[in-house]
Each structure stands twice: as C-alpha cells, then as structure tokens.
C-alpha cells in the first residue's frame, strides 16, 4: 500500500469548545517485531573513520498488508552511505539497523527493546501509530530524532528523548494563510464530528483570525460518513471558495473530488497519496497543503536537498529500489534523511565517549543547528509551549499545490509560515 502519514496523533487531545482566544490560549498555555537487519555497513577504507563501529536504528513498517515506508529507510540508508563517505560521526564508521514495525503493536516494542539491547547511539526516524517505543528508548537514555509524532499514546510528541521535526501538527493554523495566498477569499471547514478534533478545528480558527479570514462555516460531520455531497452544497451555498479540511484518509478524498474547481482545499503533506491524487484528475488542482520541507524539485535552490538527491542516488546506484526517484517523497524521505544529518552534525560535537547517553545531553544543549535551510536552524533545547506537543523543535511550515499535469507538488510559493507565531498572534 502507498506510504502516507497518517495523522491520529496529532489531534489526541480535545479542547471544549469555549471562546477562541480562550481555547487557543489552553493550547498555548505553559509557554516557556524482528529486524530486517544491518545495512550502510561501515566505510572501513575511510582513514578518517577508525573508531568503534557505532548503530543508528529506523524503526518503520515494511512489507505489510497496511501503510509501509520502504522509501524511508532508503533515505537513512542514503545517508548513512555519506555520512561514513565524510568519516563517519566523531570517526566512528556508521551502522545502520532497520526494525520493521509491522504495523504491530508488539512489534513497535520489541524494536524498541532492540534498540536498547542492541545499544544504538539513537533511533532516526520512527514511524508507528501503536505506541509503546518511546517509554523504552526513554529508559534507556537513547534518543530517538525525526520520530513521526503520530503514536496513538502522543509520547512521541511529549517523551524527553523525542526530536520531532516535521510540524504537520500545526497544519491547520498555516492552512488558512495557504488558501488566501492560492487565492481564496471565504473560509470554510470540514471536520469530523468528534472532541478529539476540537484542537485541530480551533488551530484552524486561529489561523483564519490571524489571515483576516474567519471560517464560515464550520461542517462537522460524523466519521461514518460516506455521501459527502451535502457537505459540498453547504459550503458552495455559504460562497465559501476555500475550505480547511480536518477529514483523513477517503473522506479527505471524497471532499477533494467534490469540491473540484469550485472550492480550494488544504490539508497536511505526507497524509494524502500522489498515486491517488493523480486518480482525481484536474479535481485535485486546487488543492494546498502544508508541508514541513522544500520540494525535492527545488533542489537548485537549496544545497542540501542536491545533496540528499544525490546520496539517493548513489544508494540507488549500489542497488537499492526504495531510492530510486519514483519512491521518494518530500515529507518522509527528506525527514528521514534529515535525521541522520541532525545525529552526525551533534554527535560531531560529543565530548568524551559516543554513547547515546552522551548524545543525548549533547542534544538537549544544541542551539543554532544549522540544516543548510532545508528547516529553519533549530534550537533543541528549547519546547514548544503546547502541552502534550511539547517536542516538536521545527514549526515552520512552506505551501505546496497539486499539479495534474505533473502528477506531483508543486511549490506554492517561497513564504515559510511559522504555526507558533500564527496561534500566538490569535490568541492575542
């Protein structure tokens, strides 16, 4: 099945529906399984690198009859291959472990125990909608960079050991400023007729003050829904020619369809299938999203993105699949990938031994990390002020547009939005 994240996490925690400025300051409140084995095996032949061999390990599903993403664990791979090219981290050539997650909940844990027994340096990129890694990795002192953030527990959004650095949780806010820039005028939303959407429906809200475009009207709508067309005819009749979308999976499609050429939508990169997308035809033109990363497309304009495209490359060239340019995505690949890049540039500046322990507190004190601007440079030692969402360290966001003709994103513009700021602003 094609890979996408999915987003159940992210909404975890309802808000009673009072005042905006009340419910947005609640958010803000507080502001201050088997492994598939070893491969990026170690560059031995690199003079630079003769150290001890140190484990990275990604935990993500492969092969399952759900949500697989063969393609991030090419991109670690991809970077583990340049990282040992560069000398590997501290002069430690690289290895990296796979854990297939399977999409099981028992399976998460016992790669988590893995990574324990196995004593990995950290775990870059983790994706499981279980639960149940981050309490392990956190008793054991080992860091875990790049998780997705969307386990049914939150802890990936809330563990100390976490480094989230894709926001898509703050999609919502972004949202409306995206459709006013794509050139909408009259918000709307759709949502699920659930508490546990409330947080996302008020982020949206706040985003809509902050743009000068309050949402009207807001459609929710039970979760079993499958006749999207009395939605559609409410926000045409309304004249809303935009419209937030706080639906997943199908009915994140079936409105899309819908809405066609009559009404933009917005939703969060990473959830939705190009594959399926590409099904809509022009249906799907006027959709936006939020997304955490620059296209892969933009690589002439941003080093590092060239720089990863030819590490997938060269991992491509040795002989793997899940590299080869079809499989790559601007969401999972470039945060895979970046993972790595945050592990090797701190663990460059480890004093004394490379445990993870030590890498962690060198974490936990890294300022200023500069990413070639791929995201803004990231201050790890600093939360983010939204209780149970407190470890994602990057929430700037960029628009992207569907383009039938391409069958891809397309750049929606050069802006960056920063979701904090959004929210901050509304609830002011």
Not at 115 to 120: C, P, Q, R
Not at 223 to 242: N, Y
Not at 298 to 318: S, T
Request: aromatic fraction near 4%.
């Amino acid at each position: 099945m094609r890979r996408r994240y999915g987003l159940r996490g992210l909404a975890r925690t309802g808000l009673a529906r009072a005042g905006l400025a009340a419910a947005l300051a609640a958010t803000l409140a507080g502001c201050g399984g088997g492994s598939d084995g070893g491969s990026g095996s170690a560059a031995a032949s690199d003079p630079a690198a003769k150290g001890s061999p140190v484990k990275l390990m990604i935990i993500a599903p492969t092969g399952t009859a759900g949500t697989n993403y063969p393609e991030m664990v090419a991109a670690t791979r991809a970077a583990v291959r340049g990282v040992n090219a560069r000398g590997g981290i501290g002069g430690h050539p690289v290895e990296l472990v796979h854990c297939n997650e399977r999409n099981d909940a028992a399976s998460a844990k016992k790669c988590a125990q893995q990574a324990v027994d196995s004593g990995v340096l950290a775990v870059v990129s983790e994706v499981s909608g279980t639960g149940g890694i981050m309490p392990i990795l956190q008793n054991a002192g080992i860091p875990s960079i790049g998780s997705a953030g969307i386990s049914a527990d939150g802890s990936e959004l809330s563990s100390p050991v976490s480094y989230v650095i894709s926001p898509l949780t703050l999609y919502p806010a972004v949202c409306p400023a995206l459709l006013a820039k794509a050139g909408a005028s009259h918000l709307g939303l759709v949502g699920y007729d659930l508490s546990a959407s409330d947080r996302l429906i008020v982020m949206a809200e706040g985003g809509a003050k902050a743009v000068n475009h309050p949402i009207n009207p807001k459609i929710r709508i039970p979760i079993t829904t499958s006749d999207f067309t009395p939605a559609i005819s409410q926000l045409s009749r309304s004249g809303a020619d935009g419209a937030v979308l706080v639906v997943f999976d199908q009915a994140a499609y079936a409105v899309i369809s819908k809405a066609g050429q009559q009404i933009r939508t917005c939703h969060a990169a990473g959830t939705l299938s190009p594959k399926y997308l590409a099904t809509l035809g022009p249906a799907a033109d006027k959709l936006v999203v939020a997304t955490a990363f620059p296209e892969l497309s933009q690589a002439a304009q941003f080093p590092e993105v060239a720089r990863m495209v030819a590490e997938l490359d060269a991992e491509q060239a040795a002989g793997d699949a899940d590299a080869a340019p079809a499989q790559r995505t601007t969401t999972t690949t470039t945060g895979a990938w970046l993972s790595v890049q945050i592990a090797e540039k701190v663990g460059n500046q480890v004093s004394g031994p490379l445990t993870s322990k030590n890498l962690l507190a060198q974490l936990n004190r890294t300022k200023k990390l500069d990413l070639g601007g791929i995201v803004p440079p990231l201050d790890l030692t600093a939360t983010t002020p939204i209780p149970g969402a407190e470890r994602i360290f990057n929430t700037t966001l960029r628009g992207a547009r569907w383009d039938s003709a391409s069958k891809s994103f397309v750049p929606l513009g050069p802006e960056t939005y920063n979701g904090l700021d959004i929210l901050r602003r509304a609830a002011s």
